[in-house]
């Protein structure tokens, strides 16, 4: 006796799929539980298993083929009766596509600190010696010239002039010009050899000493690293039903709603050093790493429900406000970017969004999802800064009405205020873009949900947030 198995409801809305791969052949035995092919729907990916023990009989649809919710697919009995049917050719079996890793946290990259520039000792001056006085040369006596008494001696002839030794004074007088220029470019004078007149230190002179302490000085560059040469180059392949899908939607929501983007720009130090104090303690006890997205998700929720127009949606004529605040939170994956929902967001705390985040992720890049949890967004978080993107202008996907990108969290010198005035320090920003749809929500709407983010996460008090 054979049993018939039907392509099975894969969601709410779901009313057709399409056979992406067999996993097994006529005549394969399979135990109940076990997969038998894979569906791919317009909300996901996933694997048909059998209801039953036997042996495949006839496989009745063929790869690539789209058939309606109820579609019989494969027939299985004990094999006595294993036949193949002529519309569906037998499938080359491949290999399973291997799960990607997760994605895990990088490193900061490690910058070599350039090598210091030699330290070189002022060189003392040479001490001027004076040059010795020649002896004084006296001349022969003249010959006699048939004079009987000799002649009288002469004077001593002047001693010969040595050759001139450049003066101190001159050699060691440097012009204030010069003296300037060495003192700016660090050039420590007496290292310096003049070239001018008398050995007298010229800005030549200064500005050569300049270029060779640069050229000493300058750091070796660390290799960059090659970049693999995708596989994918030169070829043709054609577009996923789950991409087909995204682009379509893609274009619909653009073509369908006004979408503009506001960014502002947070200091979230506060975060930063109470994330360093409590993540050891935090991943001990929940398993999970503490990043920064999941103050940047509490700090979105709390701030949708003193703002619903954000989590909001049309309908026709009328402005829908969900009772709750379902996120959903934007996966990066080999098949597409995905968004399973976090479901009544205001309710949790620190530990409950990194929680829910990292199982969600997890489970969509092993494509274990199921329909339902990527289904009922009413708001997105997409968080670009984990590929290192400063910001973006996200895309609103119908029917929600705002997504928020957050950037990477970066260090660098800005202008901080206190009682005793200005001043520049280092601390941690990051942006944030909310995009939103204009045709319900207006730009100060836009701002003030951006503003309580913003002073939500520059306060930094999550502690009776943590959860743990």
Same mark, same amino acid.
């Given at each position: 006796m054979?049993?018939?198995?039907?392509?099975?409801?894969?969601g709410?809305?779901?009313?057709?799929g399409?056979?992406?791969?067999?996993?097994?052949?006529?005549?394969?035995?399979?135990?109940?539980?076990?997969?038998?092919?894979?569906?791919?729907?317009?909300?996901?990916?996933?694997?048909?298993?059998?209801?039953?023990?036997?042996? $495949?009989?006839?496989?009745?649809?063929?790869?690539?083929?789209?058939?309606?919710?109820?579609?019989?697919?494969v027939?299985?009995?004990?094999g006595?009766g294993?036949?193949?049917?002529?519309?569906?050719?037998?499938?080359?079996?491949?290999?399973?596509?291997?799960?990607?890793?997760?994605?895990?946290?990088?490193?900061?990259?490690?910058?070599?600190a350039?090598a210091p520039?030699?330290?070189?000792?002022?060189?003392?001056?040479?001490?001027?010696?004076?040059?010795?006085?020649? #002896?004084?040369?006296?001349?022969?006596?003249?010959p006699?010239?048939?004079?009987?008494?000799?002649?009288?001696?002469?004077?001593?002839?002047?001693?010969?002039?040595?050759?001139? #030794?450049?003066?101190?004074?001159?050699?060691?007088?440097?012009?204030?010009?010069v003296?300037?220029?060495?003192?700016?470019?660090?050039?420590?004078?007496?290292?310096?050899?003049?070239?001018?007149?008398?050995?007298? $230190?010229?800005?030549?002179?200064?500005?050569?000493?300049t270029?060779?302490?640069?050229?000493?000085?300058?750091?070796?560059?660390?290799p960059?690293?090659?970049?693999?040469?995708?596989?994918?180059?030169?070829?043709?392949?054609?577009?996923?039903?789950?991409?087909?899908?995204?682009?379509?939607?893609?274009?619909i929501?653009?073509?369908?709603?006004?979408?503009?983007?506001?960014?502002?720009?947070v200091?979230?130090?506060?975060v930063?050093h109470?994330?360093?104090?409590?993540?050891?303690?935090?991943?001990?006890?929940?398993?999970?790493?503490?990043?920064?997205?999941?103050?940047?998700?509490?700090a979105?929720?709390?701030?949708?429900?003193?703002?619903?127009? $954000?989590? #909001?949606?049309?309908?026709?004529?009328?402005?829908?406000?969900?009772a709750?605040?379902?996120?959903?939170?934007?996966?990066?994956?080999?098949?597409?970017?995905?968004?399973p929902?976090?479901?009544?967001?205001?309710?949790?705390?620190?530990a409950?969004?990194?929680a829910? $985040?990292?199982?969600?992720?997890?489970?969509?890049?092993?494509?274990?999802l199921?329909?339902?949890?990527?289904?009922?967004?009413?708001?997105t978080?997409?968080?670009?800064?984990?590929?290192?993107a400063?910001?973006d202008?996200?895309?609103?996907?119908?029917?929600q009405? #705002?997504?928020?990108?957050?950037?990477?969290?970066?260090?660098?010198?800005?202008?901080?205020?206190?009682?005793?005035?200005?001043?520049?320090?280092?601390?941690?920003?990051?942006y944030?873009?909310?995009?939103?749809?204009?045709?319900?929500?207006?730009?100060?709407?836009?701002?003030?949900?951006?503003?309580?983010?913003?002073?939500?996460?520059?306060?930094?008090?999550?502690?009776?947030?943590?959860?743990?």
């Open positions: 054979s049993e018939s198995v039907n392509l099975p409801a894969l709410e809305s779901v009313t057709e399409t056979v992406t791969r067999w996993l097994k052949k006529v005549g394969d035995r399979v135990e109940v539980d076990e997969p038998l092919l894979e569906v791919s729907t317009d909300k996901v990916d996933t694997e048909i298993p059998s209801p039953v023990a036997g042996v $495949i009989e006839a496989i009745l649809v063929a790869e690539d083929e789209t058939v309606e919710v109820g579609t019989t697919l027939t299985i009995g004990d006595s294993a036949t193949e049917a002529p519309a569906a050719p037998e499938p080359v079996a491949e290999a399973p596509t291997p799960a990607p890793e997760p994605v895990a946290e990088a490193p900061a990259p490690v910058v070599e350039p520039a030699p330290v070189v000792e002022p060189q003392a001056p040479a001490p001027v010696v004076e040059a010795p006085a020649p #002896a004084p040369v006296v001349e022969a006596p003249a006699v010239a048939e004079a009987p008494a000799p002649a009288p001696a002469p004077a001593p002839a002047a001693p010969a002039a040595a050759p001139s #030794a450049p003066s101190a004074d001159a050699a060691g007088y440097v012009t204030p010009l003296r300037k220029l060495a003192h700016e470019s660090g050039v420590d004078l007496s290292a310096v050899t003049g070239t001018g007149v008398g050995g007298r $230190i010229r800005k030549q002179d200064v500005l050569a000493a270029s060779a302490s640069v050229s000493t000085a300058a750091p070796v560059a660390a960059a690293k090659a970049l693999e040469v995708s596989p994918l180059r030169g070829t043709t392949v054609a577009m996923s039903r789950l991409r087909k899908v995204i682009a379509e939607r893609a274009v929501s653009m073509q369908s709603s006004a979408q503009l983007t506001s960014v502002v720009e200091d979230v130090t506060l930063a109470y994330r360093d104090q409590v993540k050891a303690a935090f991943q001990q006890k929940t398993g999970v790493k503490l990043s920064f997205l999941p103050f940047f998700a509490l979105a929720a709390e701030a949708l429900t003193a703002y619903p127009i $954000i989590n #909001a949606t049309i309908e026709g004529d009328s402005i829908v406000y969900p709750q605040e379902n996120i959903s939170i934007a996966v990066d994956t080999e098949r597409g970017l995905l968004t929902v976090i479901r009544d967001a205001a309710k949790l705390d620190l409950g969004f990194a829910q $985040i990292a199982d969600l992720a997890e489970r969509t890049r092993d494509n274990k199921k329909p339902d949890e990527l289904a009922g967004g009413t708001f978080l997409t968080n670009t800064g984990s590929r290192g400063l910001f202008t996200p895309i609103v996907f119908l029917p009405s #705002a997504i928020l990108g957050t950037g990477i969290v970066t260090k660098k010198p800005v202008v901080v205020s206190d009682a005793g005035g200005d001043a520049i320090a280092i601390r941690s920003m990051v944030l873009a909310l995009s939103y749809d204009h045709r319900i929500v207006d730009g100060a709407d836009a701002a003030r949900f951006l503003v309580a983010v913003k002073d939500r996460l520059e306060g930094g008090d999550f502690a009776a947030k943590l959860g743990i």
